[in-house]
């Protein structure tokens, strides 16, 4: 009976395995100057393209001046595993590539750090983020027979200040107040209207989780509220993926689902962290995401260093 189960559970996993089409990693929070083992279990993946949800490297000093991020980039570059520079990377960045902890449109080194950011992901010389403000992208993917809209945004460039009290980040319900800015949100709005079957939306920080103190969309409610209505209306299927928090785990609003895959190599002690959106537990051992695409549905993955299994959910297409 024992090697029936094993034959069964082989044959199984086999089959779940040939019916992956294409395979996104997802990953945040990687500090250059300390090994990194997820790179060897992603690498076992074998994966199709591999998204950096921020803090890629860590390059701020309290000053913002950049000859740190400079330096971060130039060793990160140095022992970067040669399968990931090889595979297709789609990138943001959050505050410590960007330059400025916790740093926002007043950080005064904004579009010298861009620039820092376009020449070491190697952004084409026509490629927009060359000629304007802001790291923001879109691309579109012919995936499992459908069409996949993939929209990073820029959560830092543009953003207002935050309020902070006792140690909490409190609400900024300034009617002036911003996280895109307006030339970025227009730009999303016309974004959103591209035909495409499935969206995958980027941003450096969580736009679902609504009860930790620290940095979130709900920072700035006005904000948050308007882009959750714009995926609302979507008639496609759509995907959140975030980073920045040193613990990973898998939010679900109506049919939004977001996967928070941090951090690769800077986990915090184990201290447990709930919320209402939240499905299963957050985990703040060192952790990454994927994306699987099957001819019917997305397999949307948490994993831990080692490979093992931290959350599952699967998303039918619509």
């Keep these: 009976m024992k090697l029936i189960n094993f034959l069964l559970v082989f044959i199984f996993s086999n089959l779940v395995t040939a019916e992956v089409q294409y395979k996104i990693g ?21 994966l199709d393209a591999f998204f950096f949800l921020g803090d890629n490297v860590y390059g701020d000093i309290p000053s913002g001046e950049l000859d740190y991020l400079k330096q971060s980039y130039e060793l990160f570059s140095s022992i970067m595993p040669a399968w990931l520079k090889e595979t297709e990377l789609l990138v943001i960045w959050d505050d410590h590539d960007f330059g400025l902890n916790d740093g926002g449109a007043s950080y005064k080194y904004r579009s010298q750090s861009q620039e820092l950011f376009n020449n070491f992901w190697n952004i084409p010389d026509s490629d927009k983020r060359r000629s304007r403000e802001g790291i923001y992208f879109s691309t579109t993917k012919s995936i499992s027979d459908k069409k996949v809209l993939i929209i990073g945004l820029d959560t830092r460039y543009f953003r207002s200040d935050l309020i902070k009290k006792d140690g909490a980040y409190q609400k900024n319900t300034a009617p002036t107040s911003t996280i895109l800015g307006k030339e970025q949100w227009n730009w999303l709005k016309g974004e959103l209207l591209q035909p495409h079957d499935i969206l995958i939306l980027a941003t450096s920080i969580q736009l679902l989780a609504t009860e930790h103190r620290f940095e979130k969309w709900s920072n700035f409610p006005h904000e948050r509220t308007k882009l959750i209505s714009m995926l609302e209306k979507l008639d496609s299927t759509v995907l959140i993926v975030s980073g920045d928090r040193h613990r990973g785990g898998i939010y679900k609003k109506g049919n939004l689902i977001e996967i928070t895959a941090s951090s690769l190599n800077r986990g915090l002690p184990p201290y447990p962290e709930t919320d209402t959106l939240l499905l299963g537990e957050t985990h703040t051992i060192h952790n990454y995401g994927v994306i699987e695409f099957t001819s019917a549905n997305m397999n949307i993955v948490l994993r831990d260093e080692e490979k093992n299994l931290l959350e599952f959910i699967e998303i039918p297409f619509k």
């Design 26 to 46: 997802l990953g945040s929070c990687n500090n250059q100057n300390y090994p990194t083992p997820a790179w060897d279990a992603l690498a076992d993946e074998n």
